[in-house]
């Protein structure tokens, strides 16, 4: 099969979908099929390159930063990728394109679908999706203004795809009876597996690690609050990821005199996260909204346990007691009752240590997800499973 995968942001740029669309392009490759990605470029970045059997053709992208696409970004891309788009269908039969996201990249199934008429299968990722963020106003009132052009998009695939049931509920909030599929996201199980050495606690130090892009919807000010209020020095706090919000929530931390427990460790490689991950005691993630949640799947399989917001998709991944702490969102004494929960009980922590590894392997491995989008394809061409 021919595939054309679209996603306005792809690794190096971009967090859990960027790395989804590589990983699933990876698994197509090693399934036989034959795939190309069209996706942003930023600063120096070839506009064409093959990296590990994926043909990957990159535009001009206005992003403010390779972390941060903006709407300018988003915008920009689709400019672009429409000529790009244009000149990859002239050349090469494809069987089927796979847009990742509704906004902006689907867009772009207007030229493909209403003027080439184009088979696509579209997965929705979280902030493409009508209400799943309410902490920016930009966005609900594009979604709002968008809203007939969401819906003629979301019509004209062959297959809608979501990555968690909770995505879905709130996707069928805009359009209602429409078939919608869900398809986890996976992880690499042979890098984000348990630390070959147990942690060092004779320091006393209790290391809290959170994964994220720091913007507003991460709910990252709840935690630091928590932490200040349980006003430990034994405590330790290490937060991965870049964003928006990267200098606003340094000045937090500054404000509530955290500077020595609460460390900013940038824009880490998978390799560097995942050794994060083995010098952690505890995972936490306070988001006020999350489709799923890639980084707990990784902490999962690192051994971790986990205090995740009950909120999207994560209660899918994490149940309460067994995998992890589920928490209301935005409540600063439940993380607290959580953290302390953890820290005072070693035996729930080994245990739920124990239990997470084992389920990220049933079910959330890349081969895996793949093999659901392949059977998904086949669907929508009316084909044998091949």
Same mark, same amino acid.
């Not at 609050?225 to 706090?237: G, K, M, S, Y």
């Not at 306070?286 to 995740?308: D, N, T, Y």
């Not at 909120?311 to 953290?339: F, T």
């Given at each position: 099969?021919?595939?054309?995968?679209?996603?306005?942001?792809?690794?190096?740029?971009?967090?859990?979908?960027?790395?989804?669309?590589?990983?699933?392009?990876? #698994?197509? *490759?090693?399934?036989?099929?034959?795939?190309?990605?069209?996706?942003?470029?930023?600063?120096?970045?070839?506009?064409?390159?093959?990296?590990?059997?994926?043909?990957?053709?990159?535009?001009?992208?206005?992003?403010?930063?390779?972390?941060?696409?903006?709407?300018?970004?988003?915008?920009?891309?689709?400019? $672009?990728? $429409?000529?790009?788009?244009?000149?990859?269908?002239?050349?090469?039969?494809?069987?089927?394109?796979?847009?990742?996201?509704?906004?902006?990249?689907?867009?772009?199934?207007?030229?493909?679908?209403?003027?080439?008429?184009?088979?696509?299968?579209?997965?929705?990722?979280?902030?493409? *999706?009508?209400?799943?963020?309410?902490?920016?106003?930009?966005?609900?009132?594009?979604?709002?203004?968008?809203?007939?052009?969401?819906?003629?998009?979301?019509?004209?695939?062959?297959?809608?795809?979501?990555?968690?049931?909770?995505?879905?509920?709130?996707?069928?909030?805009?359009?209602?009876?429409?078939?919608?599929?869900?398809?986890?996201?996976?992880?690499?199980?042979?890098?984000?597996?348990?630390?070959?050495?147990?942690?060092?606690?004779?320091?006393?130090?209790?290391?809290?690690?959170?994964?994220?892009?720091?913007?507003?919807?991460?709910?990252?000010?709840?935690? $630091?609050?928590?932490?200040?209020?349980?006003?430990?020095?034994?405590?330790?706090?290490?937060?991965?990821?870049?964003?928006?919000?990267?200098?606003?929530?340094?000045?937090?931390?500054?404000?509530?005199?955290?500077?020595?427990?609460?460390?900013?460790?940038?824009?880490?490689?998978?390799? #560097? *996260?995942?050794?994060?991950?083995?010098?952690?005691?505890? $995972?936490?993630?306070?988001?006020?909204?999350?489709?799923?949640?890639?980084?707990?799947?990784?902490?999962?399989?690192?051994?971790?346990?986990?205090?995740?917001?009950?909120?999207?998709?994560?209660?899918?991944?994490?149940?309460?007691?067994?995998?992890?702490?589920?928490?209301?969102?935005?409540? *600063?004494?439940?993380?607290?009752?959580?953290?302390?929960?953890?820290?005072?009980?070693?035996?729930?922590?080994?245990?739920?240590?124990?239990?997470?590894?084992?389920?990220?392997?049933?079910?959330?491995?890349?081969?895996?997800?793949?093999?659901?989008?392949?059977?998904?394809?086949?669907?929508?061409?009316?084909?044998?499973?091949?």
């Amino acid at each position: 099969m021919r595939l054309l995968l679209l996603n306005y942001e792809f690794p190096p740029m971009g967090g859990g979908a960027s790395n989804a669309t590589f990983n699933i392009a990876l #698994e197509l *490759v090693k399934l036989g099929h034959s795939v190309d990605v069209l996706t942003s470029r930023f600063g120096d970045q070839p506009s064409e390159e093959i990296i590990q059997g994926i043909k990957v053709y990159r535009v001009t992208s206005w992003r403010h930063s390779i972390h941060n696409c903006g709407l300018r970004g988003a915008i920009s891309y689709v400019f $672009f990728a $429409f000529f790009s788009l244009r000149g990859l269908l002239k050349k090469n039969r494809y069987d089927l394109l796979h847009y990742f996201f509704g906004l902006p990249t689907g867009l772009l199934s207007l030229y493909s679908h209403g003027i080439k008429n184009q088979p696509y299968i579209l997965s929705l990722r979280g902030s493409d *999706v009508p209400g799943y963020d309410t902490t920016s106003l930009k966005l609900r009132i594009l979604h709002w203004l968008l809203k007939p052009i969401t819906v003629r998009i979301w019509k004209k695939a062959e297959r809608l795809v979501t990555v968690s049931h909770g995505l879905r509920e709130m996707a069928l909030q805009t359009l209602p009876g429409q078939p919608i599929r869900v398809i986890y996201n996976g992880i690499d199980t042979d890098l984000f597996k348990p630390a070959p050495h147990l942690n060092d606690t004779s320091n006393g130090h209790m290391r809290l690690l959170c994964v994220s892009r720091l913007i507003d919807r991460k709910g990252l000010d709840y935690l $630091f609050q928590a932490v200040a209020e349980i006003n430990d020095p034994r405590i330790r706090l290490d937060i991965v990821g870049t964003g928006g919000s990267e200098q606003r929530l340094k000045a937090k931390i500054r404000e509530l005199g955290l500077e020595t427990q609460v460390r900013f460790c940038g824009y880490k490689t998978a390799l #560097e *996260v995942a050794e994060h991950y083995h010098q952690a005691d505890i $995972f936490i993630l306070p988001s006020l909204s999350e489709s799923q949640g890639m980084v707990l799947l990784e902490a999962m399989s690192c051994g971790l346990p986990i205090i995740a917001s009950h909120v999207g998709g994560i209660p899918e991944v994490v149940a309460d007691g067994e995998n992890g702490i589920l928490i209301p969102p935005a409540k *600063v004494n439940a993380i607290i009752e959580a953290i302390h929960r953890l820290t005072n009980d070693s035996l729930l922590r080994s245990r739920i240590s124990q239990n997470n590894p084992t389920k990220i392997k049933e079910q959330f491995t890349w081969i895996k997800i793949a093999l659901n989008y392949q059977a998904i394809y086949n669907e929508a061409l009316k084909r044998e499973p091949s």
